[in-house]
């Protein structure tokens, strides 16, 4: 695949979706300043913590850079990212990008000490034998208010778990801790 994917790299775990793109044959660097975007063909915003990430987001001027990347370019975000990709969050300390409708909710599968990993099934993954993906929950967010437009492409439970708008996507849960490159596949051939 002839993509070049940069991963927001002001904290978190970034470096895990940089060594999965590029196991699964796919360039990918690490952006902290909005020059790095114009190598771009796609971005990631990791998991981390939401209100530091919205903090360095602002910090590093990079708040109108990604909204104009955006419009043009797959976002991916993933846990604290998919709280940065709504357009609301339930907690006023965070300014989300707005690339997405839908509200945020902080930490709905509870605090650290309750991460927890499940099989779920992906909606996309539907071919002759399609596997279940361990997705893994770390203080992970949910979503309210998803607009009409939004698919949902995964649930647990009846929570949605991941959002597809446009090009973009969110998602609760942690795949690149997985070595699992199938919802980062999907997305880039989307």
Not at 7 to 26: D, N, T
Not at 105 to 130: C, E, M, W
Not at 132 to 150: K, M, Q, T, Y
Not at 151 to 157: E, G, H
């Amino acid at each position: 695949m002839s993509i070049h994917v940069g991963v927001l790299a002001l904290q978190g775990a970034f470096q895990k979706h940089i060594e999965l793109l590029r196991a699964a044959g796919v360039s990918a660097a690490t952006v902290r300043y909005a020059h790095e975007l114009e190598h771009c063909q796609a971005l990631i915003i990791p998991g981390g913590e939401s209100t530091t990430i919205s903090l360095l987001i602002q910090k590093n001027d990079l708040y109108q850079p990604i909204k104009l990347f955006a419009e043009n370019n797959p976002v991916m975000g993933v846990c604290a990212g998919m709280i940065m990709m709504a357009s609301e969050v339930d907690d006023e300390r965070i300014i989300p990008l707005g690339l997405m409708p839908f509200k945020a909710k902080r930490n709905v599968y509870g605090r650290q000490v309750h991460s927890f990993s499940t099989a779920i099934n992906l909606d996309f993954d539907n071919g002759s034998n399609p596997q279940s993906f361990p997705a893994i929950f770390i203080r992970a967010p949910g979503a309210e208010n998803i607009a009409p437009d939004v698919q949902v492409l995964a649930k647990k439970d009846d929570e949605a778990i991941i959002l597809k708008y446009k090009r973009h996507m969110a998602l609760s849960f942690h795949p690149e801790l997985t070595g699992d490159s199938r919802i980062h596949d999907y997305w880039l051939n989307e």
